[in-house]
């Protein structure tokens, strides 16, 4: 995960801003889910899927992390 934050300056110019940071930070995901199919036909399938990104580094939590929610649909033949 990169990311730059400048303080003070303007974010739209190519001149160095004197107060800005750049932050890398390497981390490892875990993605726990709980997932369910529903045949609406033989070849059409509502899905559903809940999960929890963890993203950890060092002993600790970081950013992104938190839960998503899915839904769609499967095509089989």
Not at 7 to 20: A, C, M, R, Y
Not at 24 to 42: E, S
């Amino acid at each position: 995960m990169k990311g730059l934050y400048i303080l003070e300056g303007n974010q739209t110019s190519w001149n160095k801003d004197p107060n800005s940071t750049f932050h890398k930070q390497p981390f490892f995901y875990i993605t726990p889910y709980v997932g369910c199919d529903y045949c609406l036909t033989q070849k059409v399938h509502l899905t559903f899927r809940f999960d929890w990104m963890l993203a950890i580094h060092r002993n600790e939590l970081v950013l992104p992390t938190g839960p998503r929610l899915y839904f769609g649909f499967m095509f089989t033949h």
